[in-house]
């Protein structure tokens, strides 16, 4: 069974540092894109960042410069590095993932969401 693990969330300080992992567990033939989500309560979920098989990514303006995705293709996890959080980086995030299969064509995961609370 193929799944996205998440994990790294937690309670930090504003202008703390936080790394999210999702790795994946299970046979796959790669990672063709990445993505990381947030939710908080009584609001809509955003994507935060993103990456392509190519390597290209983005990032929501609010998170620009303090946030950096990443992935690590041997070990077929990705990461989201956080830093310089703000209060309002709070919420449950979420990877997404589009894999490839070996048996299969691609298909798409979400991670089970890891908590992030930033206090002021």
């Known amino acids: 069974q193929v799944q996205l693990v998440e994990s790294g969330g937690g309670l930090v300080q504003a202008g703390g540092s936080l790394r999210l992992s999702c790795k994946v567990s299970?046979?796959?033939?790669?990672?063709?894109?990445m993505g990381w989500y947030r939710q908080a309560p009584g609001k809509q979920r955003e994507l935060v960042a993103d990456i392509t098989a190519g390597g290209s990514s983005k990032y929501i303006d609010s998170v620009k410069g303090r946030f950096t995705i990443s992935r690590d293709s041997a070990q077929n996890t990705g990461y989201l590095q956080m830093n310089s959080l703000k209060p309002e980086d709070t919420g449950i995030y979420y990877c997404n993932a589009r894999l490839g299969m070996y048996y299969r064509g691609p298909a798409d995961y979400w991670g089970q969401g890891t908590q992030v609370t930033v206090s002021s």
């Open positions: 299970g046979r796959i033939s790669s990672i063709n894109y």
